[in-house]
């Protein structure tokens, strides 16, 4: 049940109306919305509905046991074996086929690998976000961050409520956790807000990054080697925007609707391709991993609490696990290498005293920016090309002169409001908010309804998954 | 946009005004989108329910105009955004050509297909006008009993067409539903790319098949993906999507009931007649063994109905790809070993479609048939002799 169907417009409008009708019934509220967020994860398949009831529930389970004990040892015990667990479960189903496959790759260097007949499980939809969610829970509880006292219907809530269940933002038990113990304000719902995002969301995700992949990148990346340097250099372009619209639309769609039913999720992205530096970057991209990856595991390392190698190797590390959470493929590892070496040499490069005052100054932000953003390109052509062999043919097509002949006016133009919109102020939102807060409900509605009709007449046929769907 | 700034808030009683006018808009505009949604929607409870609600809904609000309004408009679209400032991708790829798909009717409200196992195919197709069957249990009509072929031919190679004389170039059209559009077909077009006597012409779409000619109507849109081609060869894989029940002359027919075989036979028939006009050579790429067992089972019938129907023509090859892909005993299988012990995964994550790796061990006789041998791929070290499982169908009831 993808966001822009009419299926989920159906299962939306039906579970809304019965969440606000119970709101003032706090328990019942949060059954009915954990019956519809199995409904909607079981509508791709009920197989896998059982895994993410257990998965959530043990963590439930151990959340309460860390919270009951007052013996440190007994509580890191806990945590310890909770995560591992939850990480087992990740690992089985999303790694095993690579793992068998680069076993037996290393035993050829030996000698004659066995012929093994082997199959990786089913990857279940959404198991990254969900184990990641039991983990925070476990976390947060250890770590004293979660006041509450766990109940194990708001921990199976947590980890399952639908409109993140599928593809992030990754919630923080203790951010989201306290929202459950409280009824909805039914007089203050941010309305506006959560439908200016969903709108934005659609547009991002069904005009430009779908028109993109159709008429651009995807016949790109299909066939590099019928294209010219430029060609090759737009599609690069396209994907970056395309990555972005699709992601960001998910997550606004997602934190637009969750505020319809008076939840507040965290910010997921915030204009990343205006970053001039790659910390900077990651501050801004995909957020509520990058800061999942630095609390959960890069300062758990050590984080930078020790000298330039001890930090650069925390941060090689972080990035290349970032990376292979992604998938199971070293074009993810080789991704994520490359982005821990543009934050070590980022590192490497701010610590030299002679050029702060090169580093302030306007013209070193936007050369900065532009090479940031190169950079980054160059790394998204590892995430979407299939193997390394396509990612050699991608690089060397770059050194093909020849005529631009990709260069649709709609691409570029799609091209550029992706990356150019990312420098609208954000008092523009505040100011639309403020005006449509004029506006009758029943206007409102109808200005809904005709920008998802115009919406609709602008995407290309049909609807495309999103593309975080498959992590 | 994510970020949280100050923002209004309103009453639940506004938010109920609000969606309440919004359905109501909604529908006045989309009137015609939710009936071709609704028609769309997989045989079943659904569908019985939604579809003469919205056909009727439809009718009731026809007067008004504003579906033509909006059909007019989406056609406005589609020739600014194909014939007016951009150009279409055809023009985009040297080697390739892609021609655009019109359409008229609803985008966004169509499901995207999906995979059993959750994960999405591509983009779904957007079908022309569509019918609106009213459907009821197929229970009379008795159909001949069904005896299909249970032994499926092997070869693992493809007899080469004549060569190209020079100067001229060949046009090929990859043709079908995601198992072409996922894995092969961009196998085969970096493997064309390589030969400037080779042109390859796009007409693929996934989510789409021969069983729901109201989601994607092949013999419409084909003529319209050629954009006036004229394909000198054609490879086809197509079927992985057609394992499911449909309306016929207002009957359910159920998968796989000889009613259901008949009528699917005829639509073969009808598309490979479509696609041998001048007697064009085809390549009929047979379905790859699936991992999940009942899935499996529905493509090895569809199988043998193509084979039955489009093997012993004599323009068409019916080409088993088990032989490369599944193991020795024809069954599914996801990994392989290569002749350097290399482990390779033939298969993508759904246990469905090809990766890059298994449509890599395809594309090369395909490029050979077409008398452009490509760089060699190293093989598995292991080949199959496939034979499809036998099946005793029976009658509808």
Partial sequence: MLFPTVEFAIFFLVTLAGAWVLASRLSWHKHFLLLASYVFYGCWNWTYVPLLFGISLFAGLVAQRIQRSQDPRVRKRWLIGGVVICLSALVYYKYTGFLLQNMLDAWAWFGRPPQLAFEGPLLPLGISFFVFHAISLLGDVYRGKLKQAVTLPDALLYVAFFPQLIAGPILRASDFMPQLAVPRDPQAVHVNRGLLLIITGLFKKVIISNQLAVNLVDPAFAAPQSLSGPDMLLAVYGYAVQIYCDFSGYTDIAIGVALLFGYRFPANFDRPYIATDPQDFWRRWHISLSSWLRDYLYIPLGGSRGGSWFTARNLMITMLLGGLWHGASWTFVIWGALHGSYLIAHRLWAAIPAIERLRDTTAWRWVARVLLFHAVCAAWIFFRAPSLDLVGDVFARFAVAGPVTLASAGSVVLIVLGIAGQYAPPRWHEALDRELARWAAPVRGAALAASLFVIELLGPSGVAPFIYFQF | ?397
């Fill in chain 2, 1 to 397: 946009m994510s970020t949280m700034h100050p923002s209004s808030t309103d009453s639940i009683r506004n938010l109920g005004w609000l969606l309440a006018s919004c359905v109501v808009v909604g529908v006045l505009l989309e009137s015609g989108g939710l009936a071709t949604w609704a028609n769309r929607l997989e045989i079943g409870p659904l569908r019985q329910v939604a579809q003469p609600a919205m056909t009727r809904l439809d009718d009731t609000l026809h007067p008004l105009g504003i579906g033509q309004w909006r059909t007019r408009l989406l056609a406005g679209l589609e020739r600014w955004q194909h014939t007016g400032t951009a150009p279409a991708p055809a023009a985009s790829l040297p080697s390739t050509t892609q021609a655009p798909v019109l359409a008229d009717s609803a985008t966004v409200w169509q499901t995207i297909g999906m995979s059993r196992t959750g994960q999405a195919l591509a983009i779904t197709a957007n079908p022309p006008s569509p019918t609106r069957p009213q459907a009821t249990p197929a229970t009379s009509t008795p159909v001949a009993k069904v005896i299909l072929p249970t032994n499926l031919p092997s070869a693992a190679t493809l007899e080469a067409l004549p060569p190209i004389p020079s100067g001229q170039t060949r046009t090929v059209a990859l043709v079908g539903d995601s198992m072409m559009a996922v894995g092969l077909s961009e196998n085969l077009l970096r493997g064309i790319a390589r030969h400037k006597e080779l042109q390859a012409v796009r007409a693929f779409r996934s989510g789409t098949g021969l069983s729901r000619p109201e989601v994607f109507d092949w013999m419409q849109q084909y003529p319209q993906m050629l954009a006036g081609a004229r394909p000198d060869a054609i490879i086809v894989a197509i079927g992985a999507n057609d394992g499911q029940g449909f309306v016929q002359d207002g009957k359910v027919l159920d998968f796989g009931s000889d009613a259901w075989i008949a009528a699917y036979r005829q639509r073969l028939e009808q598309f490979v007649d479509m696609l041998s006009q001048n007697g064009t050579p085809i390549i009929w790429i047979g379905l790859p063994p699936m991992r999940l067992a009942k899935y499996d089972a529905r493509m090895a019938l569809i199988n043998r109905i193509a084979y039955d129907t489009v093997g012993h023509r004599k323009n068409i090859t019916w080409w088993n790809s088990a032989t490369l892909i599944a193991d020795p005993q024809g069954q599914y299988r996801e990994y392989a070993q290569n002749a350097k012990g290399a482990s390779i995964r033939l298969r993508a994550g759904d246990g469905i479609h090809l990766s890059d790796d298994g449509a890599s061990l395809l594309a090369p006789p395909l490029l050979a048939w077409l008398d452009s041998p490509a760089p060699a791929a190293t093989p598995p070290t292991t080949s199959v002799v496939a034979s499809a499982t036998p099946v005793t169908m029976t009658a509808s009831p």
